[in-house]
């Protein structure tokens, strides 16, 4: 645990400057690095347990043995210096992205007499023109197949190019216009390339014109052959930009980053747009992630630039960086270096968007970083994590395998209603499922709900159907009902824990709601070790703060929100049912066959009173005079 004098220790004489921390254990080894616009204040935040706790506290009170601390004059060095401690020291608490593979770039060399697209793993200050990187080695090499298809570009090798005697296959198929052996004209030739260049360029439309005014042009000369390739080529080109239809307007190199975490899994997802044209989703996620939102997002970026290329401009969500424009003079040089070898001209801009084409670019990167995380949650190895994390918080002996879920829900105590859900393994079991109407058994409120289901649900529960772990929507209140019930039904040992839903307490930077931690409510000692169960002394509870992105604590939250969506679906159902008997309830020749037929072909009562009296006759089974009655009733007259 924390004392004063340890805090004091750690931190005194940290200045108040811009520069990078770095947390050591007690053999010296580096745990964590960060950066910090203000060093003291920054620090400083490991160790306040008011407010939204620091996902470090609990993990480093036993390892931490001191802090040192590197001043920089501004926040672009500290940037720069916490990316290379990072790389060396490589500390098990930060993020840091091990995929170190080359990506492939298209290489075009226009200073060729006959240049060809080549598909190379590095970008290299020869005057070529390159095109990508592409993650994807399926994507890059199908647009190359594509524009060597659609625009006839040699694909032999310098070697094959100058010593070939007659033409190839390609050229007998009309696929290359045959330069090897001098069968097409350099003039031709160029054109091929301008037009493959632009294309790459993602300037469709310039392409299409080109090769619908030459196709024009080879038609009134009675070129028809030629007139029929370059048709050929048009449709390939259509057929391309159909496939790439998310744009942005601004036509200029573009990077959506989306982010998503839950527990210690994040990810990313950066769709990269070339010339404002959609051309590649490039996915990362990272386990056993445990350093703090606000940290992670400039780390991730840094460490991903430091491969990718740089566009001239990066799409950013809210909240994800602490600042844009260090990160912004951080990206630059890299982007002069593109510049200085062929690339677009040394200009990058590092930007969160409110509104418009921008920031729904950044939403959709956002939903594919979710897909990835979903994914990711779904891996046994993810689950396995989460349930030992369950098992380590609450102090259970070992990781529960199956966790039983309750909750109630209830409009104005009108149609209470309880729900249980099931998870085995770290996933839903919906056979497994139960609702309960309540029946005020245990007199009214939520407590008393709670009180009964569970009273209902344990009172006669098989050997093959008992939890390893009870979990309820809740504070102090529900604990200590459900803590009374099992003991009553000699299920005192099974393990309790109720879960406190969050609360907004302000906002945040960028408008983003700040909210109150998840709270944790458990018995201090089983409910059994006081002997007999005696109501004036009861079993004192004990609150727990896990970190807010503990995996274990994101297992029992997607638990908790999967009962109370339950429960909430059953009320409605009941709610729904009620409704409709009360509307149809005294119609003269309305019985039970006929108000379920009536209802299931109208669907619902706000159907019903929708409907006109021709509309009611038309129902099947319906009579005339019944169909006029219920008109009557719904319309109130």
Same mark, same amino acid.
């Given at each position: ?23 050591? &254990? ?28 620091? /996902? ?33 020291? *490589?500390?098990?608490?930060? #993020?840091? #992205?091990?995929? &170190? ?50 625009? $006839? ?44 260049? #632009? ?13 619908? $005014? ?54 990313? =997802? !950066? ?13 990362? !996620? ?19 630039? @430091?491969? =990718? /290329? ?69 891996? $046994?190895? =993810?689950?396995? *994590? ?26 104005? +105590?009108?149609?209470? !209603? ?37 009273? *209902? ?21 529900? #604990? ?9 039904? @000699? ?24 909210? +109150?931690?998840?709270?944790?409510? !458990? ?27 503990? /995996? @274990? ?37 309305? $019985? ?46």
């Amino acid at each position: 645990m924390w004392t004063p004098e340890r805090v004091r220790a750690l931190t005194g004489g940290i200045p108040h400057a811009p520069g990078v921390y770095v947390m050591r &254990d007690r053999a010296g080894v580096v745990v964590y690095v960060g950066k910090a616009v203000d060093l003291a204040a920054r620090v400083s935040q490991y160790f306040h347990r008011s407010g939204d706790p620091r /996902p470090f506290v609990g993990m480093l009170s036993g390892i931490l043995e001191r802090i040192d601390t590197v001043v920089t004059r501004n926040e672009k060095e500290a940037l720069l210096l916490e990316n290379e401690l990072i790389k060396k020291h *490589r500390p098990p608490f930060n #993020l840091l #992205l091990r995929d &170190d593979k080359s990506y492939l770039y298209l290489r075009v060399d226009p200073s060729d007499s006959y240049p060809r697209l080549e598909l190379v793993r590095r970008r290299r200050p020869d005057g070529a023109l390159y095109f990508g990187p592409y993650h994807s080695a399926a994507s890059i090499r199908g647009t190359h197949a594509l524009v060597n298809r659609c625009f $006839g570009l040699r694909t032999c090798r310098e070697a094959q190019f100058r010593n070939r005697s007659r033409p190839c296959l390609e050229h007998q198929m009309g696929r290359c216009l045959g330069p090897c052996v001098g069968e097409g004209a350099r003039e031709e030739y160029g054109k091929r390339v301008e037009a493959a260049v #632009l294309f790459l360029r993602g300037r469709h439309e310039d392409v299409l014109r080109q090769l619908r $005014g030459r196709m024009a042009a080879a038609s009134e000369a009675e070129n028809f052959e030629e007139a029929a390739r370059l048709r050929d080529q048009v449709k390939a080109v259509e057929s391309a930009m159909t496939r790439q239809a998310v744009v942005l307007p601004a036509v200029r190199d573009t990077d959506a980053v989306g982010f998503a975490r839950e527990g210690d899994v994040a990810a990313f =997802a !950066v769709l990269r747009f070339e010339a404002g044209v959609l051309a590649e989703r490039i996915p990362y !996620v990272l386990d056993g992630v445990v350093a703090p939102e606000e940290e992670i997002g400039e780390s991730f970026l840094v460490q991903y630039y @430091g491969r =990718a /290329p740089v566009p001239a401009e990066v799409l950013l969500p809210a909240g994800l960086v602490e600042g844009t424009d260090a990160l912004a003079e951080v990206l630059l040089p890299k982007r002069a270096e593109a510049a200085a070898v062929g690339g677009p001209g040394a200009r990058v801009e590092v930007r969160v968007p409110a509104r418009g084409p921008a920031a729904d670019a950044v939403k959709m990167a956002h939903q594919n970083a979710l897909n990835l995380l979903k994914e990711s949650l779904a891996s $046994g190895q =993810a689950r396995s *994590r989460a349930s030992a994390r369950v098992a380590e918080v609450l102090a259970m002996p070992r990781a529960p395998r199956r966790i039983d879920g309750f909750d109630m829900s209830t409009l104005q +105590s009108a149609e209470p !209603v309880g729900s249980m859900v099931v998870f085995v393994d770290g996933k839903p079991e919906k056979r497994a499922y139960r609702t309960f109407a309540v029946r005020l058994e245990e007199g009214p409120g939520d407590v008393g709900f709670m009180r009964e289901v569970l009273r *209902r649900r344990y009172s006669k529960v098989a050997p093959e159907d008992r939890p390893d772990l009870v979990m309820l929507d809740g504070g102090e209140a529900q #604990l200590r009902a459900a803590a009374s019930v099992l003991a009553d039904l @000699g299920l005192a040992d099974l393990p309790l824990v109720a879960i406190a839903k969050s609360r907004v307490i302000g906002k945040g930077g960028h408008g983003v709601a700040d909210h +109150s931690p998840e709270r944790l409510y !458990v018995l201090s000692r089983p409910a059994a070790a006081a002997g007999v169960r005696d109501s004036s002394e009861p079993a004192p509870t004990r609150v727990i703060v896990p970190p807010r992105n503990d /995996p @274990g604590l994101h297992l029992l939250m997607r638990v908790r929100d999967e009962a109370h969506r339950f429960a909430v679906k059953f009320h409605r159902k009941r709610r729904a049912r009620r409704e409709a008997a009360s509307v149809l309830d005294g119609i003269a020749g309305l $019985g039970k066959t006929r108000r379920t037929a009536l209802l299931r072909t109208m669907g619902s009562v706000a159907a019903i009173r929708a409907a006109s009296l021709d509309d009611l006759r038309a129902v099947p089974g319906l009579p005339g005079p019944v169909a006029e009655a219920v008109y009557r009733k719904v319309q109130g007259t």
